[in-house]
């Protein structure tokens, strides 16, 4: 019996474009993408049962098994660390994690800087290799308004266009590393759902590129 | 296996077929106490799963460390170098924060150990006892095996750089293959560079197909060394039904200071993450001063709970309710003759709706009645 593949699928644009490349792969769920209060849809021919969930929960679902792949982004990755093989890089939800900082910033390095972030630990790694002792405050959301208000020197966080920095007279100080999407799989469905997966791997790779 | 379900949880029944089957290859249980001298620890941070370790200062004004793991307590107390081999397991609480959930847990671990002289014939019944292991969980499941020595050989090759070698080694264990590539790109190496690291990577599978995949590539003389001690082996399981639950997969990888050689991860279906880790870990006998080689695995009976999943559909076959005061001493005998009869009975003055029973009987004048069957 062909085993159902579960896959989480972050909400909004990036999850609808990293649908269009599974659905070429192979690996379609076409009622997903109707306008439906369902939770869960599936699609008994392709074997796959697919759900949308929070970009920043995907690598949850994945890691505890209630999903067997997903699409995230290397941002969260890398903030979480969660345990999970990374299969592919899907080439879309491009962007940088970067320091940004008000137009006329100078770094006082004789005073811990400090830093707003939603990204702390990815904050932490990037001062800690260059040996630079900061203050990380925590936030969740506007991080723009930390160094208008004072609050921070500056903050590490996604950059994709910079016109909100712009709007705001902040200016990208320096790229920490670049961001897109990934597939990703629990390790312990990899090994009990071995050919979907690398029939799902496989796919993505030779569609990826028509996509994009 | 022959456990009544009722007197035993699958979990407890598993770690009893542990036993029996550690026992049966002549390994001696190992029992130890609760603390254990910090200092220990201190020392082997690394090899620890979690760093956290709960410590308190013993009357004698010794740090003391609740055990958050066994080897390293076995391996201290091991005699070393006499050219024999000493098997051991072991079945105990350790102390550590779980990943999961950031916080200290007692966490219930089976493993065995085997020091000494370890040869080709301890690394294969310690895989096959890793096997029969996963087995003993009567579900699904897939020994992971691979040799650190391979990894080791082929990331020494790409470059001389530890940093290098330890994020191509990161991704390995990632089966990240596109990030291979990255490394590679901001080390300055040219693309070609890791493509016998990359070819690790996609080998996954069954142990004739996997090797049979790698036998053909140039590589470096501890890379072809490696492998023959892998095939070496995984020759244990020719000839078995457990060979088809078996695969060769570099992605199981370890800190490459404690462990070497073969390495291997267990997976149980329904479970989502490796219930059994272990390898041999000549590494970590060197750094406390040891002169024997080790290999050993642990089973996390803590994840295997969680196949307990069905509740029983009854808590007791029988709802006995009596009325009254409960002093006729012929209602204790009316227990008794159902408890003999083999049913399990749950008491009562009157009816509690929250225990589920398949038949409610009432005693009334000296006599068990039938009132209700819930089939």
């Not at chain 1, 100078?106 to 939603?118: E, G, I, S, W, Y």
Request: charged residues 30%; hydrophobic residues 40%; aromatic residues 8%.
């Amino acid at each position: 019996m062909k085993k159902t593949l579960n896959v989480a699928l972050p909400k909004g644009r990036l999850g609808e474009k990293a649908y269009a490349i599974l659905e070429r792969a192979g690996f379609g769920c076409p009622s997903i993408l109707e306008n439906s209060r369902k939770l869960i849809f599936e699609n008994p021919e392709t074997g796959v049962r697919a759900f949308w969930v929070k970009p920043s929960d995907v690598a949850i679902y994945v890691e505890r098994g209630a999903a067997d792949v997903g699409v995230v982004g290397k941002d969260i990755l890398l903030e979480y660390e969660p345990e999970v093989y990374e299969l592919a890089d899907l080439g879309i939800g491009k962007c940088r994690m970067a320091v940004a900082a008000p137009k006329d910033f100078r770094d006082d390095t004789r005073r811990t800087l400090r830093v707003a972030t939603k990204f702390a630990n990815i904050a932490r790694r990037h001062y800690a290799a260059v040996g630079r002792d900061i203050d990380v405050i925590h936030l969740n959301g506007s991080i723009e308004l930390a160094p208008i208000l004072g609050l921070s020197d500056v903050i590490v966080d996604i950059v994709e266009t910079g016109t909100t920095l712009r709007e705001n007279d902040l200016e990208v100080v320096e790229t920490v590393l670049p961001i897109s999407a990934r597939l990703i799989a629990n390790k312990a469905s990899f090994q009990f759902k071995t050919a979907a997966i690398g029939a799902l791997v496989r796919g993505v790779a030779e569609t990826r590129e028509e996509i994009l | 296996m022959d456990f009544d379900n009722r007197i035993t949880d699958e979990t407890e029944a598993v770690a009893a077929a542990l036993r029996a089957l550690y026992d049966r290859f002549g390994y001696s249980r190992y029992r130890m106490g609760k603390f254990e001298e910090y200092d220990l620890y201190s020392r082997n941070k690394d090899f620890l799963v979690s760093e956290g370790v709960i410590t308190f200062t013993d009357t004698n004004g010794r740090l003391m460390a609740l055990k958050p793991d066994v080897t390293l307590s076995i391996i201290r107390n091991d005699r070393d170098g006499d050219g024999d081999v000493r098997k051991l397991y072991y079945n105990e609480n350790v102390y550590r924060v779980s990943a999961r959930t950031g916080v200290f847990r007692e966490i219930p671990q089976t493993g065995l150990e085997c020091l000494g002289a370890v040869d080709g014939y301890c690394v294969g019944e310690v895989l096959w006892l890793a096997a029969k292991s996963l087995e003993a969980a009567e579900r699904d499941f897939v020994l992971s095996v691979s040799h650190l020595g391979v990894l080791s050989a082929l990331a020494d090759a790409v470059s001389p750089r530890e940093e290098v070698r330890a994020a191509l080694i990161r991704c390995v264990g990632e089966k990240n293959l596109h990030g291979v590539a990255a490394v590679c790109a901001e080390a300055g190496l040219a693309p070609e560079a890791a493509a016998p690291l990359e070819k690790l990577i996609s080998v996954y599978g069954d142990p004739d197909s996997a090797l049979g995949a790698l036998s053909g590539e140039d590589l470096p003389a501890g890379a072809r060394a490696g492998l023959d001690e892998l095939r070496t082996a995984l020759s244990v399981f020719e000839g078995t039904p457990l060979k088809e639950k078996v695969r060769v997969d570099f992605s199981a990888v370890g800190d490459r200071n404690y462990y070497n050689g073969v390495v291997f991860r267990g997976f149980v279906e329904g479970l989502p993450e490796s219930v059994l880790s272990g390898g041999q870990y000549d590494g970590l006998m060197r750094k406390m001063g040891k002169k024997s080689r080790a290999i050993g695995f642990a089973v996390y009976m803590d994840l295997l709970e969680r196949l307990d999943g069905k509740l029983p559909a009854f808590d007791a076959d029988v709802m006995l309710v009596y009325g009254g005061a409960g002093s006729d001493p012929g209602l204790h005998r009316a227990v008794r003759a159902l408890t003999d009869g083999g049913r399990t009975v749950f008491v009562t003055a009157k009816p509690n709706e929250k225990v589920r029973c398949r038949t409610l009987c009432r005693y009334e004048n000296g006599e068990v009645r039938t009132v209700e069957e819930n089939a």
